[in-house]
């Protein structure tokens, strides 16, 4: 993608392929909790971690409270989440003192149903997935200038990739930085902080269950694999269309 030099994110980062080459090698050396410091630094309360309270996520809020970073936090409730892991957003809060913002999607699922049909995700997760977290997601990256995530190298073969710092151009030709502050760890450093913090995880995870998102769409896989491979079960769909609407440098 060819990008004019001129062309500048609002956090006046220059955002030509070499610079943005340079400053993700300066991020790549840096431990995860410094690479957050530096967006909070760089782009203060226009940078947020969108969560769904797995791992990755726990550890990055985690690290945020730590070190009292000016980072904001929403997650998307679709309305299909497991009890297990409202609770759990509830209890993060409580114990590391931040707030996570809900993102809702225009419809209700009654409002769903009459429009599209009952049950969707068992006809056309797609639709449904884009209704439900693309879009809600799309408006809240419309008000950042940077989305701080949980995406990890390992967990996905749509994911071995992912840079620390990327450049993207949302829908309407905005530029947004993406931090994927852990997306060099392994998912066993991830759960040794987790574990070596005492922090709240889902419960479900003991249960066979890896990566978790909607109740409706989500099943046990245990152990091994790919980590997503509990998803979607028989559509052949691994992403829900998040990590793969904005258009990258
Ligand atoms: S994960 Fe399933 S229920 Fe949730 S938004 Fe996507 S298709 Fe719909």
């Known amino acids: 993608m060819n990008i004019p030099e001129e062309n500048l994110a609002p956090s006046s980062l220059a955002t030509t392929p070499e610079a943005?080459?340079?400053?993700?090698?300066?991020?790549e050396k840096l431990p995860a909790a410094e690479r957050l410091a530096w967006?909070?630094?760089?782009?203060?309360?226009?940078?947020a971690i969108g969560t769904s309270f797995q791992g990755a996520g726990i550890v990055a809020l985690h690290l945020v409270a730590q070190r009292k970073l000016s980072l904001g936090a929403f997650t998307l409730d679709t309305g299909l989440l497991f009890p297990e892991t409202l609770a759990l957003q509830a209890e993060l809060e409580a114990r590391l003192g931040i707030r996570v913002e809900s993102l809702r999607p225009?419809?209700?699922?009654?409002?769903?149903?009459?429009?599209?049909?009952?049950?969707?995700?068992?006809?056309?997760?797609?639709?449904?997935?884009?209704?439900?977290?693309?879009?809600?997601?799309?408006?809240k990256l419309e008000t950042l200038d940077c989305w701080i995530t949980g995406v990890r190298r390992?967990?996905?073969a749509t994911r071995t990739d992912a840079g620390i710092l990327e450049l993207n151009k949302?829908?309407?030709?905005?530029?947004?930085?993406?931090?994927?502050?852990l997306a060099d760890?392994?998912?066993?450093?991830?759960?040794?902080?987790?574990?070596?913090?005492?922090?709240?995880?889902?419960?479900?995870?003991?249960?066979?269950?890896?990566s978790i998102g909607c109740r409706t769409c989500t099943r046990a896989v245990?152990?091994?694999?790919?980590?997503?491979?509990?998803?979607?079960?028989?559509?052949?769909?691994?992403?829900c269309g998040i990590h793969t609407f904005l258009q990258k440098q």
């Open 20 to 27: 943005v080459r340079e400053l993700n090698g300066r991020l």
């Open 185 to 210: 760890w392994t998912r066993e450093q991830v759960w040794a902080h987790i574990r070596a913090h005492g922090l709240p995880y889902n419960p479900l995870h003991d249960q066979g269950y890896r």
């Open 106 to 139: 225009d419809y209700s699922l009654a409002e769903q149903g009459k429009l599209f049909g009952e049950k969707l995700w068992e006809r056309d997760p797609d639709l449904c997935c884009e209704l439900r977290k693309v879009q809600p997601l799309q408006d």
């Open 170 to 181: 949302t829908p309407s030709g905005r530029w947004l930085w993406k931090l994927n502050p």
């Open 39 to 47: 967006a909070a630094e760089q782009f203060g309360a226009g940078a």
């Open 222 to 239: 245990g152990e091994g694999g790919d980590e997503r491979a509990g998803r979607w079960t028989g559509f052949g769909k691994k992403e």
């Open 154 to 156: 390992e967990q996905a």
